[in-house]
């Protein structure tokens, strides 16, 4: 069974550029997270998907990021204009919908490591 | 407000012996708990879980002991291998939502 695939690993930018990150879950998995880790923190959620709609994007700083999940598959997570403490790891996750046995286990990508000049 | 607490940042033990990690939280709501594993570049791995109706759940070299009362939770991993070095993170959730909130990690080095 073929991991969470992110892209990409690594991304250097100025601060107020613009940056994407991408990301393909689990095949058959309702249920998608994106979460930022700042260095010596916890990862930190900023928004869940089910399916293709939106069910918990209450810390997503709106005013500059933003994320879409088409056709409720692939995801992409966008920050617009960027600020220095922008700069973590940006992890996907992924998990089976709910009232699936393992609904509360979700499965990590690599994560994309950004840094904010 | 940090709802899931790991209070040492660090943690060294020699190979063979016991790694206890700690973990406590604040939110009485928390009714699953679970462990994961991050090595360097890599994203977190599930390590092992439990549900608040437990206070022990074993999976090989894993023990996780759930303290409902005291609201902490512990792994426990015998015997410690040096593959084992990396940092573990407690994460909480609850009110069948799927969100998870994490702890800070501890950084657990095996020494040979």
């Known amino acids: 069974e073929a991991g969470v695939a992110q892209s990409p690993r690594y991304k250097i930018i100025e601060k107020r550029q613009s940056v994407a990150f991408w990301c393909n879950p689990i095949?058959?998995?309702?249920?998608l997270y994106w979460y930022q880790q700042i260095l010596g923190q916890g990862p930190k959620l900023l928004i869940q998907?089910?399916?293709?709609?939106?069910?918990?994007d209450s810390q997503l700083p709106k005013d500059r990021f933003s994320a879409e999940r088409l056709k409720g598959v692939d995801s992409t997570l966008k920050i617009q204009p960027a600020k220095l403490e922008d700069s973590a790891v940006y992890l996907c996750?992924?998990?089976?919908?709910?009232?699936?046995?393992?609904?509360?286990?979700?499965?990590f990508g690599p994560g994309t490591r950004l840094t904010v000049l | 407000d940090q709802q899931v607490k790991q209070n040492s940042p660090s943690l060294s033990v020699q190979e063979g012996r016991i790694s206890i990690l700690n973990c406590d939280y604040t939110?009485?709501?928390?009714?699953?708990f679970l462990w994961y594993k991050k090595y360097p570049a890599e994203g977190p791995t599930f390590l092992i879980s439990i549900s608040s109706i437990k206070d022990k759940n074993e999976d090989g070299r894993f023990t996780v002991f759930l303290n409902k009362s005291a609201k902490h939770l512990s792994l426990h991993i015998v015997p410690s291998q040096p593959g084992d070095s990396a940092v573990y993170f407690c994460?909480?959730?609850?009110?069948?939502?799927?969100?998870?909130?994490f702890g800070q990690g501890t950084r657990l080095t095996i020494n040979p």
């Open positions: 998907f089910q399916n293709n709609g939106v069910v918990d």
């Open positions: 994460a909480a959730s609850g009110q069948g939502a799927q969100k998870l909130v």
């Open positions: 095949s058959g998995h309702a249920t």
């Open positions: 996750a992924s998990s089976e919908g709910p009232g699936t046995a393992s609904y509360n286990e979700q499965f």
């Open positions: 939110n009485s709501m928390f009714d699953y």
